[in-house]
Nanobody, 123 residues
Framework: VQLQASGGGLVQAGGSLRLSCAASGHSFTRYSTGWFRQAPTKGREFVAYINSGGSSTFYADSVKGRFTISRNNRDNMMFLQMDGLKPEDTAVYYC?????????????????WGQGTQVTVSS
């Protein structure tokens, strides 16, 4: 599966952005999907996960209650609605896919990655 993330940009603290991830190639419903992010000088960290059917989601504690992950299997799309953005959310955001649903907080368990989209939150 090929993934392409979009929707990043510059926003003030407290604002919102909606990231999209378009999938192409093999059947999208075979894959669990998620979002990771990488801030300057930091490693890539887990943000959110959604299972292949869209019925189960998990979030990093740092974004819980502010971010919402969703997917549209008919259109082969995944989304990350980000509300209440903070300067510490500034990072490159990556969408990812995996054929299993285990170890989703560990980036090494994900086999497919999009190219990343920059999110910058100003204070």
């Amino acid at each position: 599966v090929q993934l392409q993330a979009s929707g990043g940009g510059l926003v003030q603290a407290g604002g919102s952005l909606r990231l999209s991830c378009a999938a192409s190639g093999h059947s999208f419903t075979r894959y669990s999907t998620g979002w990771f992010r990488q801030a300057p000088t930091k490693g890539r960290e887990f943000v959110a996960y959604i299972n292949s059917g869209g019925s189960s989601t998990f979030y990093a504690d740092s974004v819980k209650g502010r971010f919402t992950i969703s997917r549209n299997n008919r259109d082969n799309m995944m989304f990350l609605q980000m509300d209440g953005l903070k300067p510490e959310d500034t990072a490159v955001y990556y969408c990812a896919a995996q054929t299993s649903s285990t170890g989703f907080r560990d980036q090494s368990q994900w086999g497919y990655w999009g190219q990343g989209t920059q999110v910058t939150v100003s204070s």
